[in-house]
């Protein structure tokens, strides 16, 4: 996911000039807001402190992501959910 991609979890929803008349005369939510109506998950708020987050960095490199999982003893490559066959 490039940095553009991930500043859409936090960037309100615009309406395109391509965007056909029943998408953009309705209001469309951004991630962050979807996420916390849908999975009541509040991506822009700490948890434990209750601050508000902000996007810093997006690692991108496979490599580089494997350095900071390893020693951290988390998988490096995605692990399947317990429904997922």
């Known amino acids: 996911m490039t940095v553009k991609e991930w500043a859409l979890f936090f960037a309100p929803a615009s309406h395109e000039p391509g965007d056909s008349p029943s998408t953009s005369t309705r209001a469309r939510m951004s991630w962050a807001p979807l996420l ?50």
Not at 56 to 68: F, L
């Open 36 to 85: 916390k109506r849908v999975f009541a998950i509040d991506i822009t708020t700490c948890p434990q402190w209750s601050g508000p987050l902000t996007l810093i960095s997006v690692i991108e490199e496979p490599g580089v992501i494997v350095k900071i999982l390893r020693p951290l003893r988390l998988p490096a490559r995605a692990t399947k959910s317990p429904g997922q066959p």
